[in-house]
C-alpha cells in the first residue's frame, strides 16, 4: 500500500506522525509525498483554534480532491474532540482518536498489533525514513497528555492525563533514530516539564535528559515547548553540556499576573523572570522563545500593557503571538468580558512589531561569532554553489553558498551578515570546504 501522511498542528503530532511513519515502512507500505499516488492518506489534525480546525477540515477536502479514490484515515486532537463532524466528509474512512492512534496503522492495514522496529529493513527503510519530509531532525515523542486546568486549553481535553514512557524506551528509540541518521532529537510531550511525574520521578526530566545525553551519540538534543513550572532543580545546568540545544521555548500567554490568574497558569512574572535569569545565567546565548495569547476574556487595557511591558522586558527571540479563540469546553468560555475582535487584532499587531524586532536584535548579536550549524536542505544553486540552509544551535536560521550540498551535516560557521529575510549569511573556512569535497569523493 502507498501511504501519504500530512500533520498539522504541534511538534507533539510531528512526532507520532514520525513513529506512524516508521511504523508503515516496518509494514512494507510504501510512503508518498504525492496524494495522487497514495491507496491511503492519514491526517492528523490539530484543533487547538478555530483557525487549526479550519485548516485541518481545509487539508481533508484537498486531499480528498487530489485523489477521490484514496482512502483518508483521521486522527489527531479535532478526530477526538469532533468525530461525529470527521465522519461524514468526502473521502474519510476512519476516525481514530488520540487514544488510539499508537494502533492506527494495526486498524487501516489489518496487520497485528506490533513494536515499532524502525530499521530492520536496512538499507532501504533507513533510507526512506531519512527521507520522510527531508528532516535531519528528529522529533521524538516523550509524553503525552497534562494534569493541568489552564483555562483557555482544549489540548488536554484531546489528550488526557499525563503519561511518561519510560526511559529505557525513550533511549532506544533515540539511539535508533540516531543510527538511522539523524543529527538533531527534538523531545516533544504535551506538557515535557511534568515528565515522569505520572512515575513517580518529580525530577523526571532531568534524569531522561541526563540519560539520553550519556547513552546515546545524539549530536543535538532540542526541547519542544517546556511550559514555564515544574522544573526540576539544576535542569539547565545539564545545558553546560554543548549536545543540548541553547534554545528553550517557554510558554508566557501573559505577561500580566491578573491575566495569568484567570488563565489558571502557574507563573507569574516575578516567576517567570526568575526562570529566564536562571537559563540565562547558565547560556547567555540562549535564544528565548514564547507564545502569547492577546483578548483573552477580561484582559483590559492595562492588563495588556502590563503584558506588553513584561515582554519587552524579557527581550524574546521568537515571539508566537496569537487571539484569543474561544472554544466551547473550556472553562473561559464561560468567562464574562470578552474581548472585540478589532481590539485582539490591533494586541495583535503591537505585539507582532515587537517579535520582529526582537528577533532581528537577536540574530544581529551573533554576526561576527562562530556558530554549530544542522545543514538541512538546499534550496537553489548558482554558479557559486548550492545554497545551503540550516540552524544553529540557537536556532538561528542560517544560509551559505558553497560547491558542496552540505544537508546532514554538522559544521562550524562563521556568521559574516544578516538578509532581509532574517536569515544569517555564514561562511565556511577553505580548510572546510576541502575537507567536505575530499570525504565526498
Ligand atoms: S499546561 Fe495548560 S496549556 Fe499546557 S497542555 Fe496543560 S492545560 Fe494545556
Not at 489528550?159 to 532506544?172: D, F, L, M, T
Not at 532529537?185 to 523526571?204: E, F, I, K
Not at 483590559?300 to 466551547?328: N, Q
Not at 545543514?375 to 545554497?387: P, T, Y
Amino acid at each position: 500500500m502507498r501511504v501519504h501522511l500530512k500533520t498539522l498542528g504541534c511538534r507533539l503530532n510531528q512526532s507520532e506522525m514520525d513513529s506512524l511513519a516508521r511504523q508503515f515502512a516496518a509494514n512494507g507500505d510504501a510512503l508518498t509525498d504525492s496524494p495522487a499516488e497514495a491507496d491511503l492518506m492519514v491526517v492528523n489534525t490539530c484543533a487547538v483554534t478555530q483557525e487549526a480546525v479550519r485548516s485541518s477540515r481545509q487539508s481533508i477536502h484537498r486531499l480528498h480532491r487530489a485523489n477521490p479514490t484514496a482512502k483518508i484515515a483521521v486522527t489527531g486532537c479535532y478526530a477526538h474532540l469532533a468525530p461525529e463532524a470527521v465522519r461524514p466528509m468526502a473521502g474519510v474512512a476512519y476516525v481514530i482518536d488520540n487514544h488510539a492512534k499508537e494502533s492506527l496503522v494495526s486498524i487501516v492495514t489489518g496487520a497485528p498489533l506490533a513494536a515499532p522496529q524502525p530499521f530492520d529493513r536496512e538499507p532501504i527503510a533507513r533510507q526512506a525514513l531519512i527521507g520522510v519530509g527531508g528532516r535531519t531532525r528528529a522529533f521524538l515523542k516523550v509524553q503525552d497528555g497534562c494534569d493541568r486546568h489552564c483555562t483557555f486549553c482544549l489540548t488536554r481535553v484531546a489528550r488526557g492525563k499525563g503519561r511518561s514512557r519510560p526511559i529505557a524506551e525513550v533511549v532506544a528509540e533515540a539511539q535508533q533514530l540516531v543510527a538511522g541518521g539523524y543529527r538533531e532529537l527534538v523531545l516533544t510531550g504535551v506538557h515535557l516539564g511534568s515528565y515522569g511525574h505520572d512515575l513517580g520521578q518529580p525530577d523526571g526530566l532531568y534524569h531522561l535528559l541526563r540519560a539520553l545525553l550519556s547513552d546515546t551519540d545524539a549530536p543535538r538534543l532540542r526541547l519542544s515547548s517546556l511550559e514555564p513550572w515544574d522544573l526540576p532543580p539544576d535542569l539547565f545546568k545539564l545545558w553546560e553540556d554543548r549536545r543540548l540545544c541553547r534554545h528553550l521555548h517557554l510558554p508566557l500567554q501573559s505577561g500580566c499576573d491578573a491575566t495569568l490568574k484567570r488563565m489558571a497558569r502557574r507563573t507569574t512574572q516575578a516567576s517567570f523572570r526568575a526562570l529566564v535569569a536562571e537559563a540565562r545565567a547558565i547560556m547567555p546565548d540562549v535564544a528565548l522563545a514564547t507564545d502569547v495569547i492577546v483578548g483573552f476574556p477580561g484582559e483590559s487595557d492595562a492588563e495588556f500593557a502590563i503584558s506588553r511591558a513584561f515582554i519587552e522586558e524579557m527581550d524574546f527571540a521568537a515571539l508566537h503571538v496569537f487571539r484569543y479563540s474561544l472554544r466551547e469546553g473550556t472553562a473561559a468560555a464561560r468567562l464574562p468580558n470578552q474581548v472585540p475582535e478589532a481590539l485582539k487584532r490591533q494586541r495583535a499587531d503591537a505585539l507582532l512589531a515587537l517579535a520582529a524586532q526582537g528577533a532581528r536584535r537577536f540574530a544581529e548579536r551573533f554576526i561576527g561569532q562562530r556558530r554549530p550549524v544542522l545543514w538541512e536542505a538546499i534550496s537553489g544553486a548558482s554558479e557559486r554553489g548550492f545554497v545551503n540552509n540550516g540552524y544553529t544551535d540557537n536556532f538561528l536560521r542560517v544560509r551559505c553558498v558553497v560547491p558542496h550540498v552540505l544537508s546532514n551535516l554538522l559544521t562550524d560557521v562563521q556568521l559574516v551578515g544578516l538578509a532581509e529575510d532574517q536569515t544569517l549569511i555564514g561562511a565556511l573556512e577553505a580548510a572546510q570546504l576541502a575537507e567536505i569535497g575530499a570525504s565526498a569523493r
